[in-house]
């Protein structure tokens, strides 16, 4: 099992985000102590990015790098799209 660090930043921006929301990266992040053996949640590994990886929960990203603990680096909302995004 792996141990879990937040950084400031992301405590911070966790803080922000609505409660309900905020319940589920919590109960998601506590599931990365298995990483890379939760298969159920919808991580990919970041190619040419400053950070390692990225899980994704609802509208929210939550950006982690795996060295020798498993560190929580930032949290970012996913503004809707639509057809002029583009």
């Given amino acids: 099992m792996k141990t879990i660090t937040w950084k400031n930043r992301a405590r911070?921006?966790?803080?922000?985000?609505?409660?309900?929301?905020?319940?589920?990266?919590?109960?998601?992040?506590?599931?990365?102590?298995?990483?890379?053996?939760?298969?159920?949640?919808?991580?990919?590994?970041?190619?040419?990015?400053?950070y390692g990886y990225r899980l994704r929960i609802a509208r929210y990203r939550v950006f982690f790098d795996n060295k020798e603990t498993l560190k929580i680096i930032e949290i970012q909302e996913v503004k809707k799209r639509d057809d002029r995004t583009y």
Wanted: aromatic share 6%.
């Fill in 12 to 50: 911070k921006q966790l803080k922000k985000i609505p409660k309900n929301y905020r319940l589920k990266i919590l109960d998601s992040v506590s599931r990365l102590k298995d990483f890379p053996a939760c298969d159920d949640l919808d991580i990919i590994h970041l190619t040419n990015h400053r």
